[in-house]
Structures are given as C-alpha cells and as structure tokens.
C-alpha cells in the first residue's frame, strides 16, 4: 500500500535552474515543500528529505535518490514527476 511508503522529497538544484523562477516563487516553493515534509512527519509518515540546504551532496532528484538507496537499500518506488504538480 502506497498510503505507508516512505516519502523522498528533493528540493533539486538543477530543476530550479533549468525553469525560470524569481528568487522570492524559489522560496514560495521550497517553504511550501518543507512545510509539506513537517506536515507527512506530524502524520507518520516516513519523510526523507534533500533540501538546498545540503551544499554539494547533490545536484539533482537522480543523484539524491542514489544517496537514498545507498543509504537505504530500499529499491520500490512510486514517482510523481513535479511537472504533474507544477505551479
């Protein structure tokens, strides 16, 4: 069941430098999916997330999901793309 899958959030560098986006929409987002993130935890769900915040551990949603295997060896996933969610 999808409903207890953990959830891997990643704030990705190169996504918000190939779409144009203000500084201030950059921040609207990335508080937006922080908050989300605070929001899952506060209901149980398993939340792991990649912020900006992790200067050179990554540059994208590919290379934080690597980390997240290695890390986790869980190999099932669910994708939602965030062009399905853009905003």
């Not at 704030?11 to 937006?32: C, D, M, P």
């Not at 915040?53 to 990554?58: C, F, I, N, V």
């Amino acid at each position: 069941e999808y409903r207890d899958a953990p959830v891997l959030m990643v704030e990705s560098r190169r996504y918000f430098r190939e779409h144009w986006f203000h500084k201030r929409r950059i921040g609207f987002l990335v508080s937006a999916m922080r908050h989300h993130a605070a929001a899952l935890r506060e209901a149980g769900r398993d939340v792991a997330y990649y912020g900006l915040d992790r200067a050179g551990k990554y540059l994208d949603s590919i290379s934080a999901l690597r980390d997240y295997i290695a890390r986790t060896g869980e190999r099932r996933f669910v994708v939602v793309d965030p062009s399905e969610w853009h905003t």
